[in-house]
């Protein structure tokens, strides 16, 4: 497609149970980030993909969190066993690597909307 | 990672000329300065960056002082369409490091334009 596709772009579950959101990121794109972002406030930094370099999983907020990127394309972030506190929009966003011409511009998919009861 | 500081919010009147400024006083050498725009329900989408003095394309300007501590985002004549959160961002990249690029999203400006 012509930008990133994040699926579901809504989920409702409950506590306790497992999830797992896709990316899709622009084809060719090295780089890959996942974002958290709660309502009403900013984007906070989950992982970071790059090439076939190991991931900066510093942002990750508890070892419930996961994230994979299966042959330098596709990514899938697991959250295990929920929490309520886990509710956010979860943002995933590729791009070129910064240098020469590329600003390192980041695009943005929609987002997945996931709701903890 | 430099650490930004950014008025949480700034009203403004169609047609004014908007400037956002953003704090970023332990930039490092390779650091480069990027704005993103961010519509409700919506990723955040890319303005402007650059490195020192001043940018300039077809949406806004950016305007960095010679000791690249603060920057400026020029919105010029804005419109109700440009009611948003602004974030100022600030890292380094792959290719002058080799390390990767990851950037940090502060809270942002939350604009609002009325008529």
């Known amino acids: 497609g012509a930008g990133v596709s994040q699926s579901p772009s809504n989920k409702v579950t409950e506590k306790g149970k497992d999830v797992e959101l896709r990316c899709d990121p622009i084809?060719?794109?090295?780089?890959l980030y996942w974002y958290r972002q709660s309502l009403g406030q900013g984007l906070e930094f989950l992982i970071y993909?790059?090439?076939?370099?190991?991931?900066?999983k510093s942002g990750l907020p508890s070892d419930r969190f996961s994230a994979e990127r299966t042959g330098g394309s596709v990514s899938t972030l697991t959250i295990q066993r929920t929490q309520q506190e886990d509710s956010a929009v979860y943002l995933c966003?590729?791009?070129?690597?910064?240098?020469?011409?590329?600003?390192?511009?980041?695009?943005f998919g929609e987002g997945s909307r996931l709701t903890v009861l | 990672l430099a650490k930004t500081t950014q008025p949480i919010s700034m009203d403004s009147y169609e047609g004014q000329e908007v400037n956002i400024t953003c704090s970023h006083n332990?930039?490092?050498?390779?650091?480069?300065i990027t704005w993103y725009q961010q519509f409700p329900s919506q990723g955040p989408r890319f303005i402007i960056q650059?490195?020192?003095t001043k940018v300039t394309n077809e949406v806004a300007s950016l305007f960095i002082p010679a000791d690249r501590k603060s920057s400026t985002l020029s919105l010029p004549r804005v419109s109700l369409s440009d009611t948003a959160v602004y974030y100022c961002?600030?890292?380094?990249?792959?290719?002058?490091?080799?390390?990767?690029?990851?950037?940090?999203f502060g809270t942002g400006t939350q604009l609002k334009v009325e008529l």
């Open positions: 966003a590729s791009s070129f690597p910064f240098g020469g011409p590329n600003t390192g511009e980041l695009f």
């Open positions: 084809s060719g794109h090295t780089a």
């Open positions: 993909f790059q090439g076939n370099s190991a991931p900066d």
């Open positions: 332990n930039i490092a050498t390779n650091d480069y």
């Open positions: 650059g490195y020192k």
């Open positions: 961002l600030v890292g380094d990249g792959a290719g002058l490091t080799g390390g990767g690029n990851k950037l940090t």
